[in-house]
Every structure is written in structure tokens, then in C-alpha cells.
């Protein structure tokens, strides 16, 4: 099962990078407007990491991380967060941070 499609919240995530400054993430799958909450929650996950400077370490092509959202609904919201991802991602973000 699927961290995100488990019933976590905001606080959940501030919480987390609180108390860890890297979080490993994996099993990821290819998303789409059939799964909205799940897709909300890593948006949300991935704003709260990327404003606290956490690092987070996909087991997951970076290069495809943009792309995990194939949707339209959350089109708008996915593009900051595809940015962030390719970020993050980046040495420069992880030497940094």
C-alpha cells in the first residue's frame, strides 16, 4: 500500500521533515486523475519538503519524476511541483541543503 494513499495530512508531512532531513521514497507508479487524493497528498508533501530543505531520494528515474502525474485534473498544481521534483533532484539542491 501506498504511503500517500494511506489517510495522512499536512501535519503528517511537517512531522516528517521535522525529524528527518532525508526521506527515501519508492514503489512509485504512474498516477492519474482516478487517484486525485493520492496525487494531492504528494503535492502537498513534496511543497512541505521542498520549503522545509528536506531531501528526498526517489527510487524512480529522476529524469521521469515530472511525468509520474499523467493527468489534467491537478495540471496546474503538478507543474510547480514537477519543478520542484527536477530541483531536488539536482546536486546543487542536495549539496546545499
Known sequence: KSFFSS????????????DFNWIFLSNISILN???MDLVRRLIAFVDIAYI????IKFFYPA?????IYD?????NLWERTASRLIEM???EYITKN
Open 71 to 75: 493527468g489534467k485534473g491537478l495540471l
Open 52 to 55: 522545509a530543505n528536506t531531501k
Open 63 to 67: 529524469a521521469d519524476l515530472p511525468h
Open 89 to 91: 533532484s539536482s546536486q
Open 7 to 18: 489517510p495522512v495530512a499536512t501535519q503528517d508531512f511537517n512531522l516528517l521533515c521535522r
Open 33 to 35: 486523475d482516478e487517484s
